[in-house]
Protein backbone atom coordinates (compact mmCIF):
# COMPACT_ATOMS: atom_id res chain seq x y z
CA UNK A 1 0.00 0.00 0.00
CA UNK A 2 1.57 3.35 -0.71
CA UNK A 3 -0.78 5.67 0.62
CA UNK A 4 -1.47 6.01 3.95
CA UNK A 5 -1.15 8.38 7.00
CA UNK A 6 0.88 7.73 9.79
CA UNK A 7 -2.43 8.12 12.19
CA UNK A 8 -4.01 5.10 10.26
CA UNK A 9 -0.66 2.90 10.70
CA UNK A 10 -0.67 4.30 14.21
CA UNK A 11 -4.32 2.64 14.84
CA UNK A 12 -3.29 -0.31 12.61
CA UNK A 13 -0.25 -0.84 15.04
CA UNK A 14 -3.07 -0.73 18.10
CA UNK A 15 -5.37 -2.83 16.25
CA UNK A 16 -2.42 -5.24 16.35
CA UNK A 17 -1.39 -5.39 19.80
CA UNK A 18 -5.31 -5.15 20.84
CA UNK A 19 -5.58 -8.82 19.50
CA UNK A 20 -2.26 -10.59 20.99
CA UNK A 21 -2.80 -9.45 24.78
CA UNK A 22 0.47 -11.36 25.31
CA UNK A 23 2.74 -8.85 23.12
CA UNK A 24 5.16 -8.79 20.01
CA UNK A 25 8.42 -7.90 19.16
CA UNK A 26 9.20 -5.44 16.71
CA UNK A 27 10.13 -8.11 13.77
CA UNK A 28 6.33 -9.87 14.00
CA UNK A 29 4.69 -5.96 13.99
CA UNK A 30 6.90 -5.51 10.95
CA UNK A 31 5.63 -8.78 9.76
CA UNK A 32 2.02 -8.22 9.92
CA UNK A 33 2.05 -4.71 8.79
CA UNK A 34 3.56 -5.73 5.61
CA UNK A 35 1.36 -8.30 5.03
CA UNK A 36 -1.38 -5.49 5.18
CA UNK A 37 0.36 -3.38 2.80
CA UNK A 38 2.36 -0.90 5.04
CA UNK A 39 6.41 -0.74 4.31
CA UNK A 40 7.92 0.49 6.78
CA UNK A 41 11.24 -0.38 8.53
CA UNK A 42 11.62 -1.71 12.37
CA UNK A 43 13.03 1.88 13.46
CA UNK A 44 9.65 3.85 12.07
CA UNK A 45 7.49 0.98 14.21
CA UNK A 46 9.76 1.92 16.96
CA UNK A 47 9.26 5.56 16.86
CA UNK A 48 5.40 4.92 16.30
CA UNK A 49 5.32 2.60 19.49
CA UNK A 50 7.14 5.42 21.09
CA UNK A 51 4.59 8.47 20.27
CA UNK A 52 1.26 6.31 20.91
CA UNK A 53 2.75 5.27 24.55
CA UNK A 54 2.35 9.13 25.19
CA UNK A 55 -1.63 8.39 24.83
CA UNK A 56 -1.73 4.55 25.29
CA UNK A 57 -0.24 2.33 28.03
CA UNK A 58 2.21 0.88 26.29
CA UNK A 59 4.48 -2.00 28.50
CA UNK A 60 8.19 -2.94 27.46
CA UNK A 61 8.96 -6.39 28.77
CA UNK A 62 12.74 -6.55 29.07
CA UNK A 63 12.31 -10.40 30.33
CA UNK A 64 11.78 -11.85 26.91
CA UNK A 65 13.59 -11.71 24.12
CA UNK A 66 13.01 -10.01 21.73
CA UNK A 67 11.90 -7.87 23.61
CA UNK A 68 7.98 -7.43 23.11
CA UNK A 69 5.48 -4.54 23.24
CA UNK A 70 2.37 -5.16 25.38
CA UNK A 71 -1.03 -2.87 25.03
CA UNK A 72 -2.44 -2.86 28.48
CA UNK A 73 -6.05 -3.28 29.53
CA UNK A 74 -7.68 -1.09 32.13
CA UNK A 75 -6.56 -0.61 35.49
CA UNK A 76 -9.01 0.98 37.97
CA UNK A 77 -8.35 0.32 41.77
CA UNK A 78 -9.91 2.28 44.37
CA UNK A 79 -12.55 5.04 43.22
CA UNK A 80 -14.87 6.88 45.60
CA UNK A 81 -17.31 8.59 43.73
CA UNK A 82 -20.02 11.31 44.17
CA UNK A 83 -23.63 10.72 44.65
CA UNK A 84 -24.62 12.81 41.52
CA UNK A 85 -21.07 10.79 39.90
CA UNK A 86 -23.25 7.42 40.85
CA UNK A 87 -26.48 8.61 39.27
CA UNK A 88 -24.46 8.94 36.20
CA UNK A 89 -23.31 5.42 36.05
CA UNK A 90 -27.14 4.51 36.72
CA UNK A 91 -27.43 6.50 33.30
CA UNK A 92 -24.59 4.83 31.30
CA UNK A 93 -25.50 1.29 32.32
CA UNK A 94 -29.06 1.62 31.52
CA UNK A 95 -27.97 3.38 27.83
CA UNK A 96 -25.39 0.49 27.54
CA UNK A 97 -27.77 -2.18 28.14
CA UNK A 98 -29.59 -2.41 24.99
CA UNK A 99 -25.98 -2.03 23.03
CA UNK A 100 -25.27 -6.06 24.38
CA UNK A 101 -25.53 -7.32 21.21
CA UNK A 102 -22.88 -5.11 20.00
CA UNK A 103 -19.30 -5.97 20.07
CA UNK A 104 -19.00 -2.22 21.07
CA UNK A 105 -21.58 -2.61 23.84
CA UNK A 106 -19.99 -5.52 25.04
CA UNK A 107 -16.74 -3.66 25.26
CA UNK A 108 -18.39 -0.66 26.86
CA UNK A 109 -20.18 -3.21 29.48
CA UNK A 110 -16.57 -4.75 30.47
CA UNK A 111 -15.21 -0.87 30.84
CA UNK A 112 -18.26 -0.36 33.24
CA UNK A 113 -17.83 -3.81 35.36
CA UNK A 114 -14.31 -2.69 35.99
CA UNK A 115 -15.03 0.73 36.93
CA UNK A 116 -18.10 -0.81 39.19
CA UNK A 117 -15.48 -3.34 40.54
CA UNK A 118 -13.28 -0.96 42.03
CA UNK A 119 -15.89 1.16 44.04
CA UNK A 120 -16.60 0.83 47.86
CA UNK A 121 -18.16 -2.40 49.00
CA UNK A 122 -21.68 0.36 50.40
CA UNK A 123 -21.45 2.25 46.91
CA UNK A 124 -21.95 -1.16 45.52
CA UNK A 125 -24.67 -2.02 47.62
CA UNK A 126 -26.29 1.50 46.61
CA UNK A 127 -26.31 1.12 43.27
CA UNK A 128 -28.00 -2.42 43.02
CA UNK A 129 -30.96 -0.98 45.79
CA UNK A 130 -31.00 2.27 43.07
CA UNK A 131 -31.43 0.09 39.78
CA UNK A 132 -35.33 -0.60 39.76
CA UNK A 133 -35.23 3.38 40.25
CA UNK A 134 -34.23 4.94 37.18
CA UNK A 135 -34.78 3.44 33.33
CA UNK A 136 -34.39 4.63 29.77
CA UNK A 137 -36.54 3.90 27.38
CA UNK A 138 -34.89 3.54 23.95
CA UNK A 139 -37.79 1.68 22.43
CA UNK A 140 -36.71 2.72 18.62
CA UNK A 141 -33.69 0.57 18.94
CA UNK A 142 -33.82 -2.74 16.72
CA UNK A 143 -31.65 -5.39 17.83
CA UNK A 144 -30.09 -7.79 15.63
CA UNK A 145 -27.78 -10.55 16.23
CA UNK A 146 -26.40 -11.50 12.65
CA UNK A 147 -24.05 -9.01 12.02
CA UNK A 148 -20.70 -10.41 10.98
CA UNK A 149 -17.25 -9.90 13.23
CA UNK A 150 -15.44 -10.56 10.12
CA UNK A 151 -17.09 -8.53 8.18
CA UNK A 152 -17.44 -5.52 10.45
CA UNK A 153 -13.17 -5.72 11.05
CA UNK A 154 -13.42 -5.79 6.44
CA UNK A 155 -15.14 -2.62 6.60
CA UNK A 156 -12.65 -0.79 9.48
CA UNK A 157 -9.80 -1.73 8.05
CA UNK A 158 -11.04 -0.37 4.49
CA UNK A 159 -12.31 2.75 5.88
CA UNK A 160 -8.88 2.68 7.48
CA UNK A 161 -6.64 2.39 4.44
CA UNK A 162 -9.05 4.12 2.07
CA UNK A 163 -9.40 0.68 -0.08
CA UNK A 164 -12.73 0.16 -1.78
CA UNK A 165 -14.68 -3.33 -0.68
CA UNK A 166 -16.72 -5.31 -3.22
CA UNK A 167 -19.62 -6.31 -0.90
CA UNK A 168 -23.11 -8.88 -2.04
CA UNK A 169 -25.28 -6.99 -0.55
CA UNK A 170 -29.48 -8.09 -0.03
CA UNK A 171 -31.52 -4.87 0.01
CA UNK A 172 -34.65 -5.24 2.11
CA UNK A 173 -36.15 -2.74 -0.16
CA UNK A 174 -36.36 -4.43 -3.66
CA UNK A 175 -35.93 -7.85 -1.89
CA UNK A 176 -33.12 -8.79 -4.49
CA UNK A 177 -29.28 -9.60 -3.43
CA UNK A 178 -26.51 -7.80 -5.77
CA UNK A 179 -22.83 -7.30 -5.34
CA UNK A 180 -21.90 -3.62 -5.34
CA UNK A 181 -18.38 -1.77 -5.17
CA UNK A 182 -18.43 0.91 -2.59
CA UNK A 183 -15.84 3.14 -0.87
CA UNK A 184 -16.62 3.08 2.50
CA UNK A 185 -16.21 5.99 4.83
CA UNK A 186 -18.43 5.99 8.21
CA UNK A 187 -19.55 3.08 10.66
CA UNK A 188 -22.63 4.41 13.16
CA UNK A 189 -24.86 2.73 15.42
CA UNK A 190 -28.43 3.91 14.03
CA UNK A 191 -31.33 2.36 16.60
CA UNK A 192 -28.87 -0.25 17.71
CA UNK A 193 -27.74 -1.30 14.67
CA UNK A 194 -24.05 -0.74 12.23
CA UNK A 195 -24.91 1.03 9.28
CA UNK A 196 -22.39 1.80 6.78
CA UNK A 197 -22.05 5.22 4.47
CA UNK A 198 -20.21 4.75 0.95
CA UNK A 199 -20.50 5.59 -1.93
CA UNK A 200 -22.04 3.10 -3.91
CA UNK A 201 -20.20 3.09 -7.61
CA UNK A 202 -23.83 1.15 -9.15
CA UNK A 203 -25.79 3.81 -7.76
CA UNK A 204 -22.96 6.91 -7.89
CA UNK A 205 -24.02 8.81 -4.53
CA UNK A 206 -23.61 7.95 -1.14
CA UNK A 207 -25.47 5.24 0.60
CA UNK A 208 -26.53 4.12 3.95
CA UNK A 209 -26.01 0.22 4.07
CA UNK A 210 -26.82 -2.13 7.24
CA UNK A 211 -23.81 -3.71 8.05
CA UNK A 212 -26.30 -7.02 8.98
CA UNK A 213 -27.49 -7.26 5.29
CA UNK A 214 -23.83 -7.23 3.69
CA UNK A 215 -23.49 -11.79 3.40
CA UNK A 216 -20.02 -10.95 2.00
CA UNK A 217 -17.19 -8.43 2.08
CA UNK A 218 -14.37 -8.14 0.01
CA UNK A 219 -11.48 -5.14 0.30
CA UNK A 220 -9.79 -4.44 -3.27
CA UNK A 221 -6.50 -2.99 -4.84
CA UNK A 222 -8.91 -0.07 -5.47
CA UNK A 223 -8.07 3.49 -3.54
CA UNK A 224 -10.41 6.02 -2.78
CA UNK A 225 -9.87 9.44 -1.40
CA UNK A 226 -12.75 10.23 0.99
CA UNK A 227 -15.56 12.57 0.67
CA UNK A 228 -16.39 13.87 4.09
CA UNK A 229 -18.46 16.76 2.64
CA UNK A 230 -20.95 14.15 1.42
CA UNK A 231 -21.62 11.94 4.67
CA UNK A 232 -22.08 15.55 6.80
CA UNK A 233 -24.69 16.42 4.03
CA UNK A 234 -26.66 12.69 4.19
CA UNK A 235 -26.95 12.92 7.51
CA UNK A 236 -27.67 16.15 7.96
CA UNK A 237 -30.73 15.41 5.23
CA UNK A 238 -31.81 12.50 7.62
CA UNK A 239 -34.82 12.96 9.06
CA UNK A 240 -35.47 9.48 10.52
CA UNK A 241 -33.28 6.52 9.29
CA UNK A 242 -32.96 7.09 5.73
CA UNK A 243 -31.44 9.80 3.71
CA UNK A 244 -30.21 11.05 0.07
CA UNK A 245 -27.80 13.68 -0.76
CA UNK A 246 -30.92 15.64 -2.52
CA UNK A 247 -32.95 17.60 0.05
CA UNK A 248 -36.17 19.60 -0.14
CA UNK A 249 -37.52 22.24 1.59
CA UNK A 250 -41.04 20.53 2.88
CA UNK A 251 -44.20 22.42 5.02
CA UNK A 252 -46.52 20.42 6.52
CA UNK A 253 -49.79 22.49 8.62
CA UNK A 254 -50.84 20.25 11.63
CA UNK A 255 -54.22 20.59 13.45
CA UNK A 256 -56.25 19.53 16.43
CA UNK A 257 -54.51 17.14 18.65
CA UNK A 258 -51.55 16.46 16.48
CA UNK A 259 -50.37 19.80 16.47
CA UNK A 260 -49.81 19.70 20.66
CA UNK A 261 -48.25 16.33 19.57
CA UNK A 262 -46.00 17.72 17.48
CA UNK A 263 -45.23 20.87 19.41
CA UNK A 264 -44.32 18.61 22.96
CA UNK A 265 -42.44 15.77 21.33
CA UNK A 266 -41.19 16.30 17.40
CA UNK A 267 -40.19 20.17 17.86
CA UNK A 268 -36.87 19.49 17.42
CA UNK A 269 -37.26 17.57 14.54
CA UNK A 270 -37.92 21.11 12.75
CA UNK A 271 -35.79 23.65 11.40
CA UNK A 272 -38.79 26.30 11.95
CA UNK A 273 -42.04 25.56 13.96
CA UNK A 274 -44.55 28.33 14.03
CA UNK A 275 -47.81 28.38 16.03
CA UNK A 276 -50.26 29.73 15.20
CA UNK A 277 -53.43 31.84 17.11
CA UNK A 278 -55.59 29.07 16.21
CA UNK A 279 -53.08 26.29 17.83
CA UNK A 280 -52.63 24.72 14.31
CA UNK A 281 -48.48 24.28 13.68
CA UNK A 282 -46.55 24.99 10.61
CA UNK A 283 -43.70 22.74 10.69
CA UNK A 284 -40.65 22.83 8.14
CA UNK A 285 -37.71 20.91 7.25
CA UNK A 286 -35.19 20.99 4.74
CA UNK A 287 -35.06 17.22 4.34
CA UNK A 288 -34.66 14.16 2.09
CA UNK A 289 -37.90 13.13 1.09
CA UNK A 290 -37.86 9.45 2.12
CA UNK A 291 -40.27 6.30 2.65
CA UNK A 292 -39.99 7.01 6.53
CA UNK A 293 -40.57 10.87 5.95
CA UNK A 294 -44.04 9.69 4.05
CA UNK A 295 -44.98 6.97 6.61
CA UNK A 296 -44.12 9.80 9.38
CA UNK A 297 -46.43 12.21 7.72
CA UNK A 298 -49.17 9.11 7.15
CA UNK A 299 -49.44 8.91 10.85
CA UNK A 300 -50.78 11.69 11.59
CA UNK A 301 -54.03 10.79 9.24
CA UNK A 302 -55.88 14.07 8.59
CA UNK A 303 -54.40 16.59 10.75
CA UNK A 304 -51.74 17.32 8.89
CA UNK A 305 -51.78 18.66 5.24
CA UNK A 306 -48.58 19.10 3.25
CA UNK A 307 -48.10 22.63 1.88
CA UNK A 308 -44.96 21.57 -0.02
CA UNK A 309 -43.25 20.14 -2.23
CA UNK A 310 -46.54 19.77 -4.64
CA UNK A 311 -45.26 16.51 -5.50
CA UNK A 312 -45.33 15.13 -1.98
CA UNK A 313 -48.75 16.55 -1.14
CA UNK A 314 -49.56 14.21 -4.39
CA UNK A 315 -47.94 11.97 -3.15
CA UNK A 316 -49.73 11.62 0.06
CA UNK A 317 -52.91 12.51 -1.42
CA UNK A 318 -52.45 9.40 -3.92
CA UNK A 319 -51.71 7.26 -1.16
CA UNK A 320 -54.69 8.69 1.00
CA UNK A 321 -56.84 7.46 -1.80
CA UNK A 322 -55.68 4.01 -2.44
CA UNK A 323 -56.66 3.98 2.01
CA UNK A 324 -59.95 5.37 1.24
CA UNK A 325 -60.83 2.89 -1.53
CA UNK A 326 -59.81 0.04 0.48
CA UNK A 327 -61.72 1.23 3.24
CA UNK A 328 -64.80 1.69 1.16
CA UNK A 329 -64.31 -1.92 -0.48
CA UNK A 330 -64.50 -3.53 2.84
CA UNK A 331 -67.48 -1.85 3.95
CA UNK A 332 -69.69 -3.44 1.04
Excluded at 99 to 119: F, M, P
Excluded at 204 to 222: H, K
Excluded at 275 to 281: E, K, N, P, Q, S
Excluded at 287 to 304: C, K, N, S
Aim: glycine share 4%; with cysteine.
Amino acid sequence: MSEYTQVQRQLQILTILNENPDGLDIATLHSLLKALGYGVTDRTIRRDINSLSRSFSIYEDNNTKPIRFILQKTNLKNINMSFDELQAIRLIQELISPYKHLDVGTNAERLLQTLLDSLPTNQKNWLLQASPLLQVNLNDLVNEQDCSPEIKRIIQEAITQHLCIKVRYYSFHSNTIRFRTIEPHLLEINQGCYHLWAYCHERREMRDFRVSRILSANITSEIFTPNNNLVEKCLKNRFKNMSSQEAKKVVMKFSGNSARIIREYHANKADKLEILGDGTAIFERTVAVTPDLIQWILGFGAEVEVLEPEYLRETIRKIAIRMLCAYEELAK
